[in-house]
């Protein structure tokens, strides 16, 4: 019996070991995505009008980055926190720790490279080598057009600096050992062309990460089969929102035709809509219309497009939950 207990004490200090060893690995080494690249984007005109569409419109860079005004239906940015970053993502919403938007003005990351930037925003490696949280979108990016990245890039380089000491992000454990093993290098693809209505309205799909919050999740990861069912939990202080299932099932968009999904987004363009004021407890969402309704009608189409691809699933979604109070 000594013995077999010797053995079994040799075999669970040697799991120990290996364990210790791969986690310490993970931590130490990783992530390895290759050195930031030596890239310098020039700032055409060209690149700040397509970068200041997709970065306010479709990838929504200045939504995580800014402040948000959350007695305002939707919760649409304050201008003077444009791109300054500090928006918490805690505990209570669902995250393995608490995150924090860095400041993308140039007082937050004017003394990055351009190349820096680039492999933060596609890799998902910040300047100093450690791996960002997959709130970030690097994946999606990562898989976009590298002249749309550097469009983007260029545009936020052209934001007014606005001082801010963003506090460092905590991920719980193990999360903060796991998250080494995300980061990627990009494969970037070439934007299709907008003829091909169903691979186009992809791209924008993939750019504007619709699947991460249009399908469930647990712990920041999507959890496979739900994708684009809808039904990811969000908690605000009048009760939980969930979003809508956006496959073209009876529990989804079935019976909505191309006109009434653009007039949904179109609905809330900055120049028409305007929000009463509400209370934090009033009803209301996370979901950016009023950036996305700055998108145009033709990549609306497209999105639609796309979306009426997709195989349809049952997804029937109990949209809000009042705070018990």
Not at 24 to 51: C, M, N, W
Not at 123 to 148: I, N, R, T, W
Not at 265 to 281: E, G, I, M, Q
């Amino acid at each position: 019996m000594r013995k077999l207990v010797k053995a079994l004490l040799v075999i669970v200090v040697i799991l120990l070991v290996l364990v210790g060893g791969a986690a310490g690995y993970v931590y130490f080494f990783l992530p390895d995505v290759g050195a930031a690249p030596e890239v310098t984007i020039e700032k055409t005109p060209e690149r700040l009008e397509r970068g200041k569409y997709l970065a306010e419109h479709v990838a929504l860079c200045v939504d995580c980055h800014s402040t948000r005004d959350w007695t305002q239906f939707s919760g649409p940015m304050t201008q003077e926190s444009y791109g300054k970053g500090g928006e918490i993502f805690p505990r209570e919403f669902g995250f393995p720790g608490i995150f924090y938007a860095k400041n993308i003005t140039p007082a937050g990351i004017g003394k990055w490279t351009d190349g820096e930037v680039l492999r933060a925003v596609t890799s998902g490696v910040s300047k100093d080598g450690s791996a960002l949280f997959p709130l970030m979108p690097y994946q999606h990016y990562g898989v976009s057009d590298k002249e749309d990245v550097y469009s983007i890039i260029a545009y936020i380089r052209s934001l007014p600096a606005i001082p801010n000491d963003v506090p460092k992000s905590q991920p719980d454990f193990p999360v903060n050992i796991l998250l080494h093993l995300s980061p990627a290098k990009p494969a970037f693809v070439t934007r299709p062309a907008e003829s091909d209505t169903v691979k186009y309205g992809q791209y924008l799909v993939t750019m504007a990460s619709c699947m991460d919050c249009h399908s469930k999740e647990n712990r920041g990861e999507i959890i496979k089969g739900t994708e684009f069912g809808g039904g990811r939990e969000f908690i605000l202080p009048g009760g939980t929102v969930r979003s809508a299932n956006i496959t073209f099932h009876s529990t989804g968009l079935e019976g909505w035709t191309k006109e009434q999904f653009i007039a949904r987004f179109t609905a809330y363009t900055d120049s028409s809509y305007k929000s009463p004021k509400l209370a934090l407890t009033d009803f209301n969402t996370p979901m950016p219309w009023t950036m996305y309704g700055g998108m145009k009608t033709s990549d609306l189409a497209a999105i639609y497009a796309y979306l009426r691809s997709l195989k349809p699933m049952e997804s029937k979604v109990e949209k809000f939950t009042a705070k018990k109070s």
